[in-house]
Nanobody, 128 residues
């Protein structure tokens, strides 16, 4: 069974960058759509991005509009890892960030419940 573990969170100054990591074990990550979500205190969990695989084997990415230009999802299938590169961070990016997988047949960044397999999360705190 696929297991996911996030790391790389921390305290970051406004305008700073972080790269979050998602380590997969128990299965090969390249067989799965993998995504990143976040949950701020008192708010609903929200989607950021996911990387999916087409039937022909090529990979593609999807982003919510608010993440475009600042956040980038990256896969390293050889290492069984996924990453979220976050740039120009703001205090409002403060949240617990989660890696998630297993969303077939529907992968919907506006509905976190379409993803069934979750890591434990990593805290990102943007200082003001």
């Amino acid at each position: 069974q696929l297991r996911l573990v996030e790391s790389g969170g921390g305290l970051v100054q406004p305008g700073g960058s972080l790269r979050l990591s998602c380590a997969a074990s128990g299965d090969t990550l390249d067989q799965w759509t993998v995504g990143w979500f976040r949950q701020a205190p008192g708010k609903e969990r929200e989607g950021i991005s996911y990387s999916g695989r087409r039937d022909g084997g090529t990979f593609y990415t999807e982003y919510v509009d608010s993440a475009k230009g600042r956040f980038t999802i990256v896969r390293d299938n050889a290492k069984n890892m996924a990453y979220l590169q976050m740039n120009n961070l703001r205090p409002e990016d403060t949240a617990i960030y989660y890696c998630a997988a297993d969303c077939s047949p529907v992968c919907d960044l506006t509905n976190w419940r379409t993803f069934r397999n979750w890591g434990q999360g990593t805290q990102v705190t943007g200082s003001s």
